[in-house]
DNA sequence: GTGTGGATTATCT
DNA sequence: GATAATCCACACC
């Protein structure tokens, strides 16, 4: 059994479409609560199972759709392994991990992980959810479960010092590829020609996804 | 099981 | 002043 190593700065350095199917299978991890707090610090951590690729300028919904920097979105524009988290609809917060190098505003939200770690926990934070399968079955769900808010906006997944990374679990590629499936991305329907494209990616029957294939969803392998 | 609408506020125009 | 990369409760089947 290969030890489980955070990713390093190289696996971020990819396109956003790319990174979003590599990042399928590895492991979310949150120290809770965290490295400097006296107590001993407990792991909240999950599987992504589900991943949308934003590609940046050109694309009308992403947040930097037409390179409109602004202070909100200035962490998509940091380089590849840093954090971009945002509050939307006045009480939710989604985490993105940003892609590709300094400067190229591009990311993947971080849609669904299938909770392994720290499950009680995460039952504290999110007294709402009925099933386990409620915990982290959503961009803004599995930041309310893991304690993530826009503290961690702009932080550095590959920070030695800092609470949030993601891990190599080593899985098999080609069973997490043959089990990928993609579809349009969520809530964007505002965003034209870019509402369809097919850029959310989950596996195949995975009951932790937000929601599983709609008819528009096809087998990605 | 499916569908609809309300909550609630930072951010940008 | 309008909108949002969402979630949840409740109605109705």
């Not at 590895?26 to 909240?44: C, E, F, I, M, N």
């Not at 596996?203 to 969803?217: A, H, T």
Request: aromatic share 8%; net charge positive.
């Amino acid at each position: 059994m290969l030890k489980a190593m955070p990713l390093d700065r190289s696996f971020y350095r990819q396109d956003s479409v790319s990174l979003a199917k590599a990042l399928l299978g590895q492991r979310l991890v949150r120290l809770y609560p965290g490295r400097s707090a006296g107590t001993k610090a407990v792991r909240l951590a999950g599987d992504i199972v589900e991943t949308e690729a934003y590609l940046g300028v050109p694309d009308l919904a992403a947040h930097t759709a037409g390179g409109r920097r602004t202070a909100r979105n200035e962490a998509m524009y940091s380089d590849g392994g840093h954090i971009y988290v945002y509050f939307t609809y006045g009480m939710h917060h989604c985490m993105n991990v940003v892609a590709s190098v300094v400067d190229e505003p591009v990311a993947v939200l971080i849609r669904a992980i299938e909770p392994v770690e720290g499950l009680e926990v995460m039952r504290q934070h999110r007294p709402k959810a009925r099933k386990d399968t409620d915990l982290c079955s959503g961009p803004a769900k599995l930041c309310q479960a893991l304690a993530i808010d826009r503290a961690y906006n702009h932080c550095d997944l590959l920070d030695a010092t800092g609470d949030l990374f993601i891990e190599d679990t080593h899985a098999d590629r080609k069973m997490i590829t043959s089990r990928t499936m993609t579809g349009p991305r969520i809530g964007v329907a505002y965003a034209k020609e870019w509402a369809n494209k097919p850029l959310r990616f989950f596996l195949k029957d995975n009951p932790y996804v937000s929601r599983q294939s709609e008819s528009k969803s096809k087998n990605d392998a």
